[in-house]
């Protein structure tokens, strides 16, 4: 049992960010895999989802593939790598213009993901090697191990919608995951769907009351795939299929789209600077914005109108400590 530690949160009680999903994943056919494909991103003069991308502050060290969520007016930093792919166990809050060391998690953590039910915020997973633990945290700054994911897992992406955290795909240390997973908030978490096939390190976030997953990698291979879990529905399908393969992006929600957030291909050195705009609806992938510079591994959080960008790698590998605020052009997220 992993004992309570404590986060110097200065009285912020944490709330929600990220992604996951699903149910079980319906066979799609050649018309439907026709019709996703032409969903390729481009511009819409009927839909403006274009964001403005400034430059907003520093953190207090860099850091890539933070898990990252939501805290009222702040993103909240949580582990990640170091410029010497180290695992850190530092807490970060920022809320664009100004950031802070907040204090430490129980152990060093990477490829982890965050979400928040109840007012609670729970770090899942990550490596390594690869942890099944769900951690809560709450707002008197104590963390303890609320449940166990089936199997443990680092490259998770996760999310709640409703009362539900859903955890997408990851990896085993051995094996790479194609479940998603469900929990309450309490009891075991369960398995409940499937992708169609592994998938670690997605752009993960809900809207309209559906968690769009975006990329990842399948195997070593950087996917194309967006997928749609409808929760009341219960089936995983693939609503798009982008122009080019992305993988370690983010996503945060904005307006009723998901924005994804950079990235990069299957090769360490292809980070992108493009941000899309997802309809959830429809599957039609729009041209957002871009950031001052290609990253990929970032924490992202949306925070009022805005997202928050922080850390990432860029191709030279240099870990970044910059922040970016994502802001609607015309009103978009109002």
């Known amino acids: 049992m992993l004992s309570h530690s404590r986060f110097l949160l200065g009285g912020l009680v944490m709330a929600a960010a990220v992604a996951g999903c ?50 009222g007016g702040h993103a909240v930093l949580m582990g990640g790598l170091d410029q010497a792919d180290t695992s850190t166990n530092e807490v970060f809050v920022t809320n664009g213009a100004s950031s802070r060391r907040l ?51 680092s490259d998770v992406a996760a999310a709640a919608i409703g009362g539900t955290v859903y955890v997408v795909g990851g990896f085993t240390g051995t094996a790479p ?27 993960v976030a809900a809207a309209g009351g559906k968690l769009i997953i975006t990329g990842g990698t399948s195997g070593i291979d950087a996917t194309t795939d967006v997928f749609s879990y409808d929760p009341v529905r219960g089936h995983v399908r693939r609503i798009a299929v982008l122009s080019r393969p992305l993988t370690h992006a983010s996503a945060a929600t904005l307006g009723g789209h998901v924005y994804v957030i950079g990235g990069r291909g299957s090769n360490l050195d292809t980070q992108t600077n493009t941000i899309l705009a997802i309809d959830p609806s429809s599957g039609r992938v729009l041209r957002a914005g871009r950031l001052p510079v290609g990253l990929s591994d ?15 790698r860029t191709a030279g590998g240099v870990v ?15």
């Open 177 to 203: 995951l194609n479940t998603i997973v469900a929990w309450p908030g309490s009891g075991s978490p369960r398995v409940v769907g499937h992708l169609p096939h592994p998938l670690r390190y997605a752009a």
């Open 103 to 153: 204090g430490s998690l129980p152990y060093g953590v990477h490829d982890a993901a965050a979400a928040t039910l109840g007012g609670t915020a729970y770090l899942i997973g990550g490596g390594e090697p690869s942890f099944a633990q769900i951690v809560s945290v709450d707002a008197h700054s104590h963390s303890s191990v609320a449940a166990y994911l089936p199997a443990a897992a």
């Open 320 to 334: 970044s400590d910059r922040v970016y605020v994502l802001r609607p052009r015309t009103g978009v997220g109002r």
């Open 22 to 71: 699903g149910s079980g994943a319906q066979p799609t056919s050649t018309a439907t895999r026709s019709a996703a494909a032409r969903r390729t991103a481009h511009r819409d003069p009927s839909v403006d989802v274009r964001v403005s991308v400034s430059a907003a502050g520093r953190l207090p060290a860099p850091v890539q593939d933070p898990a990252t969520t939501a805290v």
């Open 298 to 312: 970032t924490g992202a959080a949306t925070v009022g109108h805005s997202v928050i960008v922080a850390g990432g």
